[in-house]
């Protein structure tokens, strides 16, 4: 067998793992689709039969959805698939399944390409001694490691737009590495920077960013090419033009306003005039200045900045329970050794690895820095791949150095470091697979399905279906579920005729609205799904995966 036979199989195997713990139980694992699934879902699903998005908008490059304005990327994406599929929850998530694999084989081609740019590069014979382990493994190792990463299981298993956007920064990368030999990738590496500004709001400063550290470090180079440098800005450009007018439209401000933990709604400024008034008011000058609204604005986006290298968070709690597996983090505990190892060689010796991937790495967190709820976990995936990548150079350097004790000793220390790994994998997936849906079912907001499928069952019993707005954006899981035709609910007036703001919508049979028990007409002709504060009993209640009430059922 030749080495370049091995070397495919090997990463035909890594492969064949990464589309396993993606594709196993996709429909079921996590248990239900959330608000922002169901949307994508229809929303794909109302392009694919009449053009438009739900609330009417031919081809829309933004999705107003529940007034958060999603990118449109996914949801253009997973128009073929619905279409050859249908609309059912693994059919929605497929795509970012697919995008999850692809950054698996992507992060081994920039791995190999960065370290092929290094030897190209710099002195052959000196480079080589100190990448002598690295230039055959290190790729595998980082593929291997992503694969297998909680963090971007948990993200390649649901269909969120931020997955789509990590695989085409890795590809963005890869291409404009093989672009200073191979002048047509820079072209592939335009679109693919261009794509991800439609796939995710914090890739629209995060690409920019990166964009500034590949000139940078590739300056040199860039210099000697002239017009194709000039294509790749063109090309760049042409792809990004149709967003111009979103940049500039309320709509995005909305969903800054909405996200950003500067903004009025968090009160953070009228904290800040408080305590202003305070101190003049108690003659305190150092209070005047450090209570000012520019040093409590600066201080907010560092410690918003610096909460995403917390320890803690990355590898024993997480954040929000639909972002990480229960009693995990984004990390396997086992990989922090290797992580802190990988960093300190990585900053210590001249490589295009530390001068691309540690710019990446303190990069990442600045677009999710000025916004609520941190750290968060999906608007720091731009981390990925640098974690597996730091994770897979210490993995190399500590077997380098183990290597140089006695056999015995050196088979004890990896068999010891193996089989560590391989428990911690095995409590991820058992946790993942076994332990979430009944943990996290109501994070997930399981139920939706089982009530819509009680008002099919029970359709031509009654007249009318009351559903409580309390419940979390009902009408879409309604639409979703129900699979009802596009055509009909846009002739209706679609989500204009009540919507996000009004928090009110009506289709069919179907009417979405607040419940107030006591005072609804009893008139044995409509049925009323509400929350358990709102309707003390039924004829059926809904539960969570982990026996508690979700949804009571019930007819006056």
Known sequence: MTHKLKNIIVLGCIVLIAVFLRVWDLGNTPPSPDWDETALGYNAYSILKTGRDEYGNFLPLTIRSFDDYKPPLYVYVAIPFVAFLGLDTWVVRLP????????????????????????????RKKTFKVLRVFWEKLPFVSAFLLALSPWHIQFSRIAFEANLGVTLNIFGVYFFVRGMKSKLFLSLSAVAFGL??????SERLFVPLLGVIL???????????????????????????????IFTDKTTLTRLQGTSALADQTGLLARSVGKIEDDLHAGNTLGQIFDNRRIVWLQTVAGGYLSHFSLRWLFITGDNQRHHAPGMGLLYLFELPFLLIGLY??????????????PWFFVAPIAASVTTEL???????????TFQVFVAVGLLESYEYIYRFSKVLRYMLSGTFVLLFALNILFFLHMYFVHMNSEYSASWQYGYKEAVQYTKDNYDRYDKFVVSIKLE???MFFLYFLKYPPEEYLKAGGTKSGGFK??????????????????????????????????????????YLDSKSAFVVADR
């Open 375 to 385: 750290p968060h976990a999906i608007r720091t995936l731009v981390f990925l791949p």
């Open 473 to 475: 954006q009902p009408h």
């Open 215 to 245: 000139f940078i470090i590739f300056f040199r180079d860039i210099k000697k090419m002239g017009v194709s440098f000039l294509l790749f800005i063109v090309v760049g450009f042409a792809v990004t033009a149709p967003l111009i007018p």
């Open 96 to 123: 970012s399944v697919v995008a999850g694999v692809l950054a698996v084989i992507g992060t081994f081609l920039l791995v190999q390409e960065l370290l092929r740019y290094d030897i190209l590069r710099f002195d």
């Open 345 to 358: 060689w990585t900053a210590r010796r001249p490589s295009i690895l530390r001068s691309l991937l540690l």
């Open 196 to 201: 991800a500004l439609y796939a995710y709001h």
């Open 502 to 543: 009004e928090n009110q919508n009506s289709f069919g049979k179907y009417e979405f609205r607040e419940i107030h028990w006591d005072s609804e007409i009893k008139d044995g002709k409509t049925l009323y799904i509400g929350t358990p504060k709102e309707i003390s009993s039924g004829i059926e209640i809904i539960r």
